[in-house]
């Protein structure tokens, strides 16, 4: 399977605690873009990477959140001191370079903090 | 104004019938559209993208885009039962040339 791989599928934590999911985007993608996603709603953009570099960063992204691409490949995103309100799915594409690329997604990583 | 928007729904079709979903957009230099269907607690997947004014078809899938209104749309012809889902509009915002918008989805129910 070359698709986009996301991990954990799951992860239940209490508040207060640090998560980390973990992206690995389609090889031969150099784009790798963060987005979650809650009820009803879509999927609402976090922040993206060109390769290694982190290009742009959503407003609405606190600093408690926190993504990497170190080598370019995969990426993580950490959120810390977690809270009732970032219960969510959070989703990765990825695409190849251009405006006009679509991206596709990893089947994502359901946040539930309890 | 949201920066896209969708009827959030549901939309009941017979199946069979077409099925229409709308969806209008704000940044009028926007270049990109795309259509992701999203089954419930699934990952939203690419159907369509169209880039020039105009119908594009895919199967039992066209898509219909007119930047002068501003509005972008998808017809699904002979429904079926498995197309059922949340359908999201998604716009490449010009603004910054790696970033889409996705509406809220509509969600459509094919009926039997």
């Known amino acids: 399977d070359t698709g986009v791989s996301q991990n954990p599928r799951h992860k239940i934590t209490k508040r207060g605690q640090n998560v980390t999911f973990r992206c690995d985007p389609i090889?031969?993608?150099?784009?790798l873009y963060w987005y979650r996603q809650t009820l009803g709603q879509g999927p609402e953009f976090l922040t993206y990477?060109?390769?290694?570099?982190?290009?742009?960063k959503s407003r609405l992204l606190s600093d408690r959140f926190s993504a990497e691409r170190p080598k370019g490949s995969f990426s993580t995103l950490e959120i810390q001191r977690t809270e009732q309100g970032d219960s969510a799915m959070y989703l990765c594409?990825?695409?190849?370079?251009?405006?006009?690329?679509?991206?596709?997604f990893g089947d994502g990583t359901r946040l539930s903090i309890l | 104004q949201k920066e896209v928007e969708q009827n959030s729904g549901p939309l009941s079709v017979p199946e069979g019938a077409i099925a229409s979903l709308n969806c209008t957009y704000s940044?009028?230099?926007?270049?990109?559209f795309f259509w992701y269907r999203q089954y419930s607690g699934k990952s939203p997947e690419l159907i369509m993208s169209?880039?020039?004014?105009g119908d594009k078809e895919d199967g039992r899938f066209t898509a219909q885009l007119n930047k002068a209104s501003q509005y972008v749309s998808l017809l699904i012809r002979d429904s079926q039962p498995s197309d059922s889902a949340t359908y999201l509009c998604?716009?490449?915002?010009?603004?910054?040339?790696?970033?889409?918008?996705f509406g809220s989805g509509t969600r459509l129910s094919i009926r039997p």
């Open positions: 998604a716009v490449n915002m010009y603004s910054s040339a790696s970033k889409i918008i």
């Open positions: 990477f060109q390769n290694e570099a982190q290009l742009e």
């Open positions: 594409a990825s695409s190849s370079a251009g405006s006009n690329q679509p991206q596709h």
């Open positions: 090889s031969e993608h150099n784009r």
């Open positions: 169209i880039y020039s004014n």
């Open positions: 940044d009028r230099v926007s270049q990109s």
